[in-house]
C-alpha cells in the first residue's frame, strides 16, 4: 500500500469508557493492530497522507476527525449517522455474546454457525460504514471492517 494511502495513527475517544471486557480489548487491540499493518485509506480530492485518525461518537454520530500523519491541522471531519447501524450493531452484540458463551461451554456446531452469523453482521456493518464513507474517503473493504470494529467498540456502554 502506498504511504500516502493509508492511516498511519489512529485513536479512540476514551472520555466515555468506564469499563471494557477482556474479550472487547483484545478485540480492540487486535482492530488497531491490523490497520495500522496493511489498510488503504485516501480522502478523495486531498494530496494524501499518511494519515491520523481520532474517531468519536457525538450526538449520535460517528465522527472521523482526518488530520495528516498526527498532524493537528484538521484537513476533514467525517460524521456518519449512527441509525442506519443501530439494528446492525445491536445483532452483532447479541450475536457475539452468544458466541463467547458458546466457546466456554465448547459446542463447535454452535461455536461454528454463531461465528459465520458474527462475520455475516460484521460484513454488513462494513459494507455500510465503506458506503457511507465514499464520498469522502477511499477505503477498502478490510479497513472498513477493523473502523467498524472500533465503531462497535466506542458504541459499549459501559
Same mark, same amino acid.
Given at each position: 500500500?502506498?504511504?500516502?494511502?493509508?492511516?498511519?495513527?489512529?485513536?479512540?475517544?476514551?472520555?466515555?469508557?468506564?469499563?471494557?471486557?477482556?474479550?472487547?480489548?483484545?478485540?480492540?487491540r487486535? =482492530?488497531?493492530? #491490523?490497520? %495500522? *499493518? &496493511?489498510?488503504?485509506?485516501? /480522502?478523495?480530492?486531498?494530496?494524501?497522507?499518511?494519515?491520523?485518525?481520532?474517531?468519536?461518537?457525538?450526538?449520535?454520530?460517528?465522527?472521523?476527525?482526518?488530520?495528516?500523519? =498526527?498532524?493537528? #491541522?484538521? %484537513? *476533514? &471531519?467525517?460524521?456518519?449517522? /449512527?441509525?442506519?447501524?443501530?439494528?446492525?450493531?445491536?445483532d452483532?452484540?447479541?450475536?457475539?455474546?452468544?458466541?463467547?458463551?458458546?466457546?466456554?461451554?465448547?459446542?463447535?456446531?454452535?461455536?461454528?454457525? %454463531?461465528?459465520?452469523?458474527?462475520?455475516? /453482521?460484521?460484513?454488513?456493518?462494513?459494507e455500510?460504514?465503506?458506503?457511507?464513507?465514499?464520498?469522502?474517503?477511499?477505503?477498502?473493504?478490510?479497513?472498513?471492517?477493523?473502523?467498524?470494529?472500533?465503531?462497535?467498540?466506542?458504541?459499549?456502554?459501559?
Amino acid at each position: 500500500m502506498s504511504e500516502r494511502r493509508r492511516i498511519a495513527q489512529i485513536t479512540l475517544d476514551e472520555r466515555t469508557v468506564i469499563h471494557r471486557s477482556p474479550d472487547i480489548e483484545h478485540e480492540r487491540r487486535v =482492530a488497531i493492530y #491490523d490497520l %495500522l *499493518e &496493511r489498510n488503504l485509506f485516501a /480522502l478523495i480530492g486531498h494530496a494524501g497522507g499518511p494519515y491520523s485518525v481520532h474517531l468519536s461518537l457525538q450526538e449520535d454520530r460517528l465522527v472521523l476527525r482526518v488530520s495528516v500523519d =498526527a498532524g493537528t #491541522d484538521e %484537513l *476533514e &471531519r467525517m460524521q456518519v449517522p /449512527l441509525a442506519p447501524f443501530r439494528r446492525i450493531i445491536k445483532d452483532y452484540f447479541t450475536v457475539c455474546e452468544s458466541y463467547y458463551q458458546a466457546i466456554k461451554r465448547g459446542g463447535l456446531q454452535q461455536i461454528e454457525a %454463531l461465528d459465520m452469523g458474527r462475520r455475516g /453482521l460484521h460484513n454488513e456493518g462494513s459494507e455500510l460504514l465503506r458506503e457511507r464513507l465514499g464520498p469522502r474517503a477511499e477505503i477498502d473493504l478490510e479497513t472498513a471492517r477493523r473502523l467498524f470494529t472500533l465503531l462497535c467498540v466506542l458504541h459499549i456502554k459501559a
